[in-house]
């Protein structure tokens, strides 16, 4: 009986500080309406993307009840579900330069969004995660979550992204 010699395992792919630097930069400062939101970036590696916001008066939809408006949690979904397809698209091209990497992502752009919302959005500050489920050559598509700051699922969105 012969053996089958053990698979060898890949080293999981590791983005190099400039090229995280450079997407916090973008998706935080330079996409103003990011900033208008506070989004902040928290983490960032080839299979899923962080982000934060705190709570502050601008964000309020309901003034009686201080919940999050439905276009903050929508707006910020969208952004990390494109900032997840950028960071897979970047694990694919890991034998360019970081910031020829970034090149790739001009022509980024939102087809089809949806957004279930589960729970009033309430709290100090929410966290959001995203994630790429299938990176084909034109069409990218995600899945992304808005929870609140005890961890509890209070929206989930999905949504497709031309990259091509």
Request: charged content about 20%; glycine content about 10%; hydrophobic content about 45%.
């Amino acid at each position: 009986m012969s053996k089958t010699p053990p698979a060898v395992a890949t080293p999981p792919v590791e983005f190099e500080p400039a090229f995280i630097a450079a997407l916090k930069e973008l998706f935080e400062e330079k996409i103003v309406f990011n900033r208008v939101l506070g989004l902040q970036i928290t983490s960032i590696t080839p299979d899923k993307v962080g982000g934060r916001i705190a709570m502050k008066p601008d964000l309020i939809g309901h003034y009686q009840h201080n919940r999050v408006h439905g276009g903050v949690v929508s707006a910020s979904l969208d952004a990390m579900g494109g900032l997840a397809c950028v960071a897979a698209i970047g694990a694919r091209h890991m034998n360019e330069e970081p910031l020829q990497r970034l090149q790739r992502f001009s022509k980024l752009g939102t087809i089809d969004l949806r957004i279930d919302y589960l729970r009033p959005c309430v709290g100090e500050h929410f966290e959001l995660r995203a994630e790429v489920l299938r990176l084909g050559s034109r069409v990218a598509s995600t899945r992304m979550e808005f929870l609140g700051a005890d961890g509890k699922l209070l929206c989930a969105g999905s949504g497709a992204y031309i990259v091509s």
